[in-house]
């Protein structure tokens, strides 16, 4: 039976910022740094909630269903998610062309599916038990993920080396 109980948003900060962290560090051997909203907009402006970007982006997403229910969208711009495919498969530029962009949705998905995997493992420790969906990857420019009307959504930025990777983070509210 799914909770009634809201998961506290310092805890979607807490287990979202580890699992990136660990993903990164391990699979790429990449530094990955949180951005907080107030440090990332000094003008006193906050950022919009809804991730949207012009350039190409090729963004994974797994689910979660149990006591906890929703979604993690990972956005990376193309050419970042590409450099991580070659770090993570051993890949130079050459081998990523001839790969073709497969190759880059295969990597990608993992790296969604290892980072919301942790993101669940630190929910069920909560006690909030749940379960992954497959992985899917999303490509193309100006577009935006808009949740229905019962998800609460929590976004979350990082800096990797200069790349921005972005977290949607979107849980289904109790009716």
């Known amino acids: 039976m799914p909770t009634t109980v809201p998961i506290a948003e310092p805890l979607i900060r807490e287990n979202i910022v580890r699992a990136v962290a660990d993903v990164f560090k391990t699979m790429l051997g990449r530094p990955v740094h949180f ?46 998610a590409s450099q991580c495919t070659g770090g993570m498969l051993g890949m130079d530029e050459r081998e990523l062309a001839e790969a073709g ?33 497959i992985p899917s990857i999303l490509r193309g420019s100006n577009f935006s993920v808009e949740p229905t009307g019962s998800a609460q959504r929590h976004v979350f930025r990082f800096d990797c080396r200069g790349h921005r990777i972005v977290a949607d983070v979107l849980l289904k509210s109790e009716d």
């Not at 998905?109 to 993101?119: A, K, L």
Request: contains cysteine; glycine residues 12%.
């Open 35 to 80: 951005q907080p909203a107030d440090a990332a907009n000094a003008a006193g402006t906050p950022p919009p909630s809804t991730p949207t970007f012009a350039s190409r982006q090729v963004v994974g997403t797994v689910g979660f269903l149990g006591d906890a229910n929703g979604l993690i969208y990972l956005y990376f711009d193309e050419t970042f």
């Open 101 to 133: 962009p497969d190759a880059v949705n295969d990597a990608i998905g993992e790296i969604t599916n290892m980072v919301v995997g942790s993101f669940k493992n630190g929910l069920c420790d909560a006690g909030f038990p749940c379960k992954l969906t």
